[in-house]
């Protein structure tokens, strides 16, 4: 029986629960020669169960890379009615030309709801500027908040202007600062003194992309998409045993794990070193960050109790490591993340599940900046051991990382 059989077979069976039926499609098509691209493609290409399709097309989001068979199968999809749906997964990969047909294919009949409504939501997160000109033909709230991003200076004008004439309509400033360009956050920066409350403005000015008291960047250009891969395939390490001291539940006393390793020398940050962000192993929630400095041959765990990694417990499904690609949006999501159904990044601004502030290093009182972010959607070796997403801050002149979780 063909892959793609085998797929339809699982996708139709009744007695598996959605989640169960995820799992095992990505267990099948991994364990394919090419990690199930070939197998996915021609799924999408062929099959004319919206079910099966829309499982492929998760499989195939999970991978990095294979551009050309994301791209045939996205081009089969556009023509194939209601299972148009399953290319919104593939998005971030196809080209230009063809994101551009489906804006078209929307405009021409804009119906909220319709299957090809998730394929334009995608593009408005991934690639706003081929949608905005067509705001006007959209309905949805949320495909207009995607379009923030990277919007024209007089957008951020209009926007000021509403927020003064509105009584402090925050929504309207919210905005600017979710539009994420110089002249967005030149104009928080002007508005500074019509705040009263001190901490709202500078949570405003860290997500438009500045920190308030280094005047640095609130990221590290460019932004990367990532996808957990075999350990040889990236220097950026997920998972595995760790020697030294790491954070450790005060609950359950559950020791943290390694969730990732930035290294320094293959991402284009400036990095002092390699920086390495910690999470635990259990699902207690008794505390939402873990503190670390990490150095040469030394770690050292703020706040909180501390003890030796385990290594029969797991937050990441076995030694592995993230592959980076291009981000297809530089200037920033404006669109909150869904925790457990995101995309992990290392590099640019965060795409936050809720907007908060960013943590600030015990060592030199300063504003971090955002590093990663990583998330506990499938991968293509098992689930992640935790729920949520967790988000990387790092300083670069003390080394200290931050994690912070959000659900």
Same mark, same amino acid.
């Given at each position: 029986?063909?892959?793609?059989?085998?797929?339809?077979?699982?996708?139709?069976?009744?007695?598996?629960?959605?989640?169960?039926?995820?799992?095992?499609?990505?267990?099948?098509?991994?364990?394919?020669?090419?990690?199930?691209?070939?197998?996915?493609?021609?799924?999408?290409v062929?099959?004319?169960?919206?079910?099966?399709?829309?499982?492929?097309?998760?499989?195939?989001?999970?991978?990095?890379?294979?551009?050309?068979?994301?791209?045939r199968?996205?081009?089969?999809?556009?023509?194939?009615?209601?299972?148009?749906?399953?290319?919104?997964?593939?998005?971030?990969?196809?080209?230009?030309?063809?994101?551009?047909?489906?804006?078209?294919?929307?405009v021409?009949?804009?119906?909220?709801?319709?299957?090809?409504?998730?394929?334009?939501?995608?593009?408005?997160?991934?690639?706003?500027?081929?949608?905005?000109?067509?705001a006007?033909?959209?309905?949805?709230?949320?495909?207009?908040?995607?379009?923030?991003?990277?919007?024209?200076?007089?957008?951020?004008?209009?926007?000021?202007e509403?927020?003064r004439?509105?009584?402090?309509?925050?929504?309207?400033i919210?905005?600017?600062?979710?539009?994420r360009?110089p002249h967005?956050?030149?104009?928080?920066?002007?508005?500074?003194?019509?705040?009263?409350?001190?901490?709202?403005?500078?949570?405003?000015?860290?997500?438009?992309?500045l920190?308030?008291d280094?005047?640095?960047?609130?990221?590290?250009?460019?932004a990367?998409?990532?996808?957990v891969?075999?350990?040889?395939?990236?220097?950026?390490?997920?998972?595995? &045993?760790?020697?030294?001291?790491?954070?450790?539940?005060?609950?359950?006393?559950?020791?943290?794990?390694?969730?990732?390793?930035?290294?320094?020398?293959?991402?284009?940050?400036?990095?002092?070193?390699?920086?390495?962000?910690f999470?635990?192993?259990?699902?207690?929630?008794?505390?939402?960050?873990?503190?670390?400095?990490?150095g040469?041959?030394?770690?050292y765990?703020?706040?909180g109790?501390?003890?030796?990694?385990?290594?029969?417990?797991?937050?990441?499904?076995g030694?592995?490591?993230?592959?980076l690609?291009p &981000?297809?949006?530089?200037v920033?999501?404006?669109?909150?993340?869904?925790?457990?159904?995101?995309?992990h990044?290392?590099?640019?601004?965060p795409?936050?599940?809720?907007?908060?502030?960013?943590? &600030?290093?015990?060592?030199?009182?300063?504003?971090?900046?955002?590093?990663?972010?990583?998330?506990?959607?499938?991968?293509?070796?098992?689930?992640?051991?935790?729920?949520?997403?967790?988000?990387?801050?790092?300083?670069?002149d003390?080394?200290?990382?931050v994690?912070?979780?959000?659900?």
């Amino acid at each position: 029986m063909r892959p793609k059989e085998k797929l339809e077979q699982i996708a139709a069976d009744a007695a598996l629960s959605v989640p169960d039926k995820e799992a095992r499609i990505i267990e099948l098509l991994s364990g394919e020669s090419d990690r199930g691209v070939a197998a996915a493609v021609d799924c999408l290409v062929e099959t004319d169960d919206e079910r099966a399709a829309d499982f492929a097309a998760i499989h195939l989001a999970l991978l990095p890379g294979a551009r050309e068979g994301k791209t045939r199968a996205a081009e089969r999809l556009r023509g194939a009615g209601p299972m148009v749906r399953s290319a919104s997964r593939l998005v971030p990969w196809l080209p230009g030309e063809l994101l551009d047909g489906f804006v078209a294919d929307y405009v021409a009949d804009p119906k909220a709801g319709s299957p090809l409504s998730d394929v334009i939501f995608e593009i408005g997160v991934n690639a706003p500027d081929r949608l905005r000109p067509f705001a006007d033909k959209v309905e949805s709230h949320f495909i207009h908040r995607s379009l923030l991003s990277g919007s024209p200076d007089e957008l951020v004008d209009a926007f000021l202007e509403r927020w003064r004439e509105e009584d402090d309509d925050y929504d309207a400033i919210e905005a600017v600062a979710l539009i994420r360009t110089p002249h967005a956050v030149r104009t928080l920066i002007a508005v500074r003194e019509e705040f009263e409350d001190a901490e709202e403005w500078e949570i405003l000015l860290e997500l438009a992309g500045l920190l308030p008291d280094t005047e640095k960047s609130a990221g590290h250009p460019p932004a990367y998409l990532g996808s957990v891969v075999d350990e040889a395939e990236s220097p950026h390490v997920m998972g595995g &045993h760790v020697d030294g001291p790491v954070p450790v539940c005060p609950a359950c006393s559950a020791p943290a794990q390694r969730v990732l390793t930035v290294a320094a020398e293959a991402v284009p940050f400036g990095l002092a070193q390699d920086a390495s962000f910690f999470w635990y192993t259990c699902s207690c929630g008794a505390l939402e960050t873990t503190t670390v400095r990490v150095g040469p041959g030394e770690r050292y765990v703020f706040y909180g109790p501390h003890g030796v990694s385990d290594p029969s417990r797991s937050i990441v499904p076995g030694k592995r490591a993230m592959a980076l690609e291009p &981000h297809p949006n530089q200037v920033g999501v404006s669109l909150e993340a869904l925790a457990g159904a995101s995309r992990h990044q290392v590099g640019g601004l965060p795409r936050w599940v809720e907007y908060d502030a960013h943590p &600030h290093c015990p060592e030199c009182r300063e504003a971090m900046p955002f590093l990663a972010s990583v998330d506990s959607g499938p991968t293509p070796f098992g689930a992640m051991g935790f729920r949520g997403t967790l988000f990387c801050f790092w300083c670069n002149d003390c080394g200290v990382s931050v994690t912070q979780h959000q659900s």
